[in-house]
């Protein structure tokens, strides 16, 4: 093995733009924080005589963050190509291979570029620089190889898809082309190539489907199974095993893939083009274009030829960066993950947390389990959890087995893993087992009474530091520690159901609550892989509120004469995950009074109460039934326990109505929680509706849409978010 470079060559440095001879990117703006992509050049001796291996390593100036390609990281990575081209029309090396850091190939580009970018120049350069850099992967003289070592997201995958061969590690779980959840294509020579390696059924379900069905990833298992890689290779020795399949492949002779064509769908097989076009209709009613750009260019892609599929990703990527749907996408993304961590970290300083060593849970229900399943194998701490007889402990001890055996079966928990869970939960009757806990988590029926009780008989025996954590959902945190010798070791701890698939926790702070219990209760959240947002003790707290506004606004305007079906309809231009009447069911409609009752007590009007709700719960009827296209939509049976329509106008005109009204009480609502100081921003609303109320990504959560359409302004008198920050307004410096 020959090191050409054990540090990056000057041609893979990361270069001052604005030096001598560096290349102008189109005056686009550089990485953050100096985060640039680092390419290191060593040359391999293959074995059994195959030849020189050019080896090119990619991984970031800070390590500790994922690789990503900005505009210098695209220079870099375009002059070591041109250095490795010399080489081999040179006759020094037999191959190409590319290759990242263990856990990370490539995880696409640098999202903070991308929302920096201002106007058509700007982006059209960014997908012009994607191009440049990757395709001489697909024009080496010499066979190329992608050594997929962990993620391979967005561009890290079109990168690989240049090469001639794609080799992954084992285990990897996160190969994606989420771009057109982003607002975007994939413009980087993906929509052109991906069909031609895996065919249009699996390009279709790759590109479009699985960044629709909330970013499904893809494992190098499954990738292998569709032809997206050629081969998967141990973890272990992943580098020697790797040398060892790519010099067997140069000496059975690589097949030269660069004239490949898309296959044709086989006779008989479903078009897996019109399929999608329905599913995007019936999911998202044109509400974000890029999925419908995407599935255009993988369709076209067999009819065009290398430059005019590459001109054509150019066309749609540098228009959509600069569309507000784009800016919104992009968003949410930095929200959702640099954005999450840095909150997670300014909130980590606040005070340092108490350790956990054990848990401790009243209750033994369904919301319960799941808890004890999910804070037992993440943090890995035994659980304690208590109730009132034996017949509801037992019914709580099958309830938790089910949930472990359900994830072994799954294969989302080892055999070994799930007895020892089981092993750590126990769940009784006796109070006095919670004594050790160093939290205890509440999480009975939601009545006030009912929860002050708890925490008064739990205070009686826990240590002094334990913390003490409500689960609640919508009532005041700070009425149950009424009558308690420490209410300041209470805190909110909120978790969304189902408790394992959701991703978001609501930490509520009570005017008493100390740092450390806070910082408590953060920690642990954080240790079960969830993200949080911290609120204070106010109606609803974030999620709930804003969701209960929406409906609360939907049904009143049923009981006012608009027909149910118009107002179920209303909000399809927004491409919700589900309609507001499909919502109702799936949180349960017992649950939603509650709530509305709940939040009617507490902030008045705006939360009429609905004697149409009243009555479907008492009758135990259902809401929702499969729409025509599939997604679920109102029964219109259900008209009768609101008595029949009396709105005037077209169904287009009441549904506009229903609207108008719904946006109106939104920004009406958020202000309010923002004026009330719930949470510090508008950006921490829009986390807490993506992650916990699965807001969508195109619209950027929440406070976005209320802004570009107007509504918060019309309201407030204000934005909510600054200028630029979620739409093409304005774009900072």
């Not at 695209?74 to 850091?101: D, H, M, P, S, W």
């Not at 190098?220 to 973890?235: F, I, S």
């Not at 020697?240 to 010099?247: I, P, R, S, V």
């Not at 204070?536 to 509120?545: A, E, H, I």
Request: aromatic share 2%.
């Amino acid at each position: 093995m020959r090191h050409a470079a054990t540090e990056p060559s000057p041609s893979s440095a990361p270069r001052d733009p604005d030096a001598p001879g560096a290349p102008a990117p189109g005056a686009l703006p550089a990485e953050a924080d100096g985060h640039v992509l680092r390419v290191t050049a060593r040359d391999v001796d293959l074995p059994d005589g195959a030849g020189v291996l050019a080896l090119l390593t990619l991984t970031a100036t800070d390590e500790r963050r994922p690789t990503t390609l900005g505009p210098r990281g695209l220079t870099v990575l375009r002059e070591a190509l041109g250095a490795v081209r010399a080489r081999a029309e040179a006759g020094e090396i037999a191959a190409v291979a590319v290759t990242g850091r263990p856990g990370c190939f490539v995880a696409g580009a640098d999202l903070s570029v991308a929302r920096r970018l201002d106007g058509l120049g700007q982006t059209r350069a960014l997908a012009e620089a994607g191009h440049a850099a990757l395709r001489p992967l697909g024009e080496l003289p010499v066979p190329t190889f992608a050594w997929l070592t962990g993620h391979a997201l967005g561009g890290g995958l079109e990168l690989a898809l240049h090469c001639d061969h794609r080799v992954a590690a084992a285990g990897i779980r996160s190969i994606a082309l989420p771009e057109a959840s982003l607002g975007i294509v994939p413009g980087w020579g993906g929509s052109w190539l991906l069909p031609r390696l895996v065919g249009l059924p699996a390009a279709v379900d790759l590109a479009v489907l699985r960044p629709l069905g909330n970013n499904r990833l893809t494992t190098a298992e499954q990738a292998l199974e569709l032809g997206l890689v050629d081969t998967v290779l141990p973890v272990e020795g992943f580098e020697q095993a790797a040398l060892a399949w790519t010099a067997g492949v140069l000496r059975a002779g690589s097949p030269d893939r660069r004239a490949a064509t898309v296959p044709p769908v086989p006779e008989g097989d479903p078009d897996p083009l019109a399929r999608a076009a329905t599913t995007l209709d019936a999911r998202l009613h044109g509400a974000a274009p890029a999925y419908a750009h995407v599935l255009d260019l993988l369709a076209r892609a067999g009819s065009r030829d290398r430059e005019a599929g590459f001109r054509a990703e150019d066309e749609a990527l540098s228009r959509l960066l600069a569309s507000d749907e784009a800016r919104a996408a992009l968003y949410a993304a930095e929200l959702t993950g640099r954005g999450a961590r840095r909150a997670a970290r300014a909130e980590a300083d606040d005070a340092a947390p108490r350790e956990v060593r054990r848990v401790g849970i009243v209750g033994a229900g369904l919301m319960a389990a799941q808890l004890a399943v999910l804070l037992g194998s993440r943090l890995g701490v035994p659980v304690a959890m208590r109730e009132v007889d034996e017949e509801r402990a037992a019914a709580g001890r099958e309830r938790v087995r089910d949930l472990v055996e359900s994830a072994v079966s799954r294969g989302r928990l080892a055999e070994d893993a799930g007895r020892a869970l089981l092993d750590g939960v126990r769940v009784g009757t006796d109070l006095a087992d919670l004594a050790d806990a160093d939290v205890v988590i509440e999480a009975v029926t939601e009545v006030l009474d009912v929860k002050r009780a708890v925490f008064a008989e739990v205070e009686a025996l826990v240590r002094p530091d334990c913390v003490l954590a409500t689960n609640t959902s919508a009532l005041s945190v700070t009425a149950m520690t009424e009558g308690l010798a420490h209410p300041e070791r209470v805190v909110g701890l909120h978790f969304f159901n189902p408790v394992a698939q959701m991703p978001l926790v609501e930490v509520v702070a009570t005017p008493s609550s100390d740092a450390t219990s806070l910082a408590t209760a953060v920690d642990v959240a954080r240790r079960a892989g969830k993200t949080v947002v911290r609120t204070t003790d106010r109606p609803g707290f974030v999620v709930n509120r804003v969701l209960l506004r929406m409906l609360a606004d939907v049904l009143g305007a049923v009981e006012e004469g608009t027909p149910v079906e118009a107002a179920d309809a209303a909000l399809r231009p927004l491409g919700l995950p589900m309609s507001p009447f499909a919502l109702l069911q799936l949180v349960g409609l017992p649950v939603a009074r509650h709530v509305l009752v709940t939040l009617h007590d507490e902030l008045g009007d705006r939360y009429p109460r609905s004697p149409g709700l009243d009555a479907l719960v008492e009758q135990g009827r259902t809401v929702a039934a499969p729409g025509p296209a599939g997604p679920p939509v109102v029964d219109p049976a259900i008209q009768d326990a609101f008595g029949a329509p009396t709105a005037a106008g077209t169904r287009a005109e009441q549904e506009a109505a229903v609207l108008d009204r719904v946006a109106r009480g939104l920004a009406e609502e958020i202000g309010a929680l923002l004026d009330e100081g719930v949470v510090p921003s508008a950006d921490q609303v829009d986390l807490a509706m993506l992650l916990g109320a699965g807001w969508p990504a195109h619209l950027g959560g929440i406070c976005p849409w209320l802004d570009r359409t107007g509504w918060s302004e019309r309201v407030l008198g204000r934005r909510l978010l600054p200028p630029g920050v979620a739409d093409a307004s304005a774009t900072a410096a």
